[in-house]
């Protein structure tokens, strides 16, 4: 309550607001992928799930995105059939 | 068993130069061996932070292009022996020495020095990675502005791609009056923000620069704040156990205060 109303009021110290910042824009920093190491991750993860399932490599999309303060690597992978296991 | 350093920073003006010569005077002091390279080609300036700008005759370009051994080169310490310069080029650029050329001379350098210091230019490039390409431990210098903070981590994570994992921080310029009153990140922060094991923490201190005026490291001056934290960086780099220092921040108002218990902390 004191808090929000401290934001509200502009009063917060800067300190925590560098701070509070700083968290945010390194996750998006710390994620911005090169090309290549998402191409190898792709490679990996049809490699992981391939043992499990049947899935279509060229319909598949991997990306990150950042929505607000949090990054997630989000996959889209049409799964065409499941490999029996013993 | 000799270590091979590197100071670095990421963003340029956040010390780099003025820990370099200050860790390699205070490991001086101690008795060590110790030899700083300057790899910022083109804009060099640990020699005039050491007091040797006049002594110069050959530079780490003439070493690595073969035409004076790096014996010749190595300029040594007016007052501290066992402290030796290798200074860089004023003129030539930083493309001028591979990380190839870099690693020989630490392995040269190793054999003869307890420790081999290497100040590296600010920035990402080719001189990053050639001052880097021969240490077994960086160094990342940063301060508590966001600015540094970010490029201490863009750094940071330069570094564990070269694979070099043995990372310490130093968080330079503090001014202890400014942290207390929630306007300046402190070492916690920094902390959580990085995740890096913090070896020192340098106030701010108009020491630094008029020891610099007259090319004379802070570290031995005991008087001065700054000079105390060095001399517990350079402790710590020799493996003791010192722990953090506490600021002098009081005023002689909140001294009294506290004198007669009327002040909370």
């Known amino acids: 309550m004191l808090d929000s109303l401290k934001r509200i009021f502009g009063n917060e110290k800067s300190g925590k607001v560098a701070k509070k910042r700083l968290q945010m824009v390194l996750i998006q920093d710390r994620a911005s992928v090169s090309p290549e190491v998402m191409a190898k991750l792709r490679d990996d993860i049809i490699q992981v799930i391939s043992k499990y399932m049947v899935i279509d490599k060229t319909d598949m999309e991997i990306s990150l995105e950042s929505v607000d303060d949090s990054v997630a690597l989000v996959a889209n992978i049409p799964v065409q059939n499941m490999r029996h296991h013993k | ?265």
């Open chain 2, 1 to 265: 068993m000799s270590e091979v350093i590197v100071v670095t920073s990421g963003k340029g003006g956040v010390g780099k130069s003025t820990t370099t010569a200050n860790l390699g005077v205070g490991l001086a002091m101690r008795g060590k061996k110790v030899v700083l390279i300057d790899t910022d080609t083109g804009l060099r300036n640990l020699d005039l932070l050491l007091g040797l700008e006049n002594r110069i005759m050959y530079d780490l370009i003439d070493v690595v292009e073969g035409r004076v051994e790096i014996k010749k080169a190595l300029v040594r310490h007016k007052k501290y022996e066992n402290l030796q310069l290798l200074p860089t080029s004023q003129v030539k650029d930083k493309s001028a020495v591979n990380p190839a050329d870099l690693m020989a001379l630490c392995d040269e350098l190793r054999k003869e020095y307890d420790f081999v210091i290497i100040d590296c230019p600010a920035g990402i490039e080719q001189g990053f990675q050639t001052a880097i390409a021969g240490a077994d431990t960086a160094i990342v210098v940063t301060m508590p502005e966001v600015s540094a903070v970010r490029d201490a981590d863009k750094i940071i994570g330069e570094l564990g791609r070269s694979e070099k994992d043995n990372i310490k921080l130093i968080i330079n310029r503090i001014r202890p009056a400014m942290v207390d009153s929630g306007e300046m990140m402190d070492m916690d922060d920094i902390n959580d923000i990085l995740a890096i094991k913090c070896i020192g923490q340098v106030p701010d201190d108009i020491k630094v620069v008029t020891s610099a005026n007259r090319g004379e490291p802070v570290v031995g001056d005991n008087d001065s704040q700054a000079g105390k934290a060095y001399e517990n960086i350079v402790g710590r780099l020799l493996g003791e156990d010192i722990p953090f220092m506490e600021f002098e921040k009081e005023g002689f108002f909140k001294k009294l205060m506290k004198a007669f218990k009327l002040s909370k902390d």
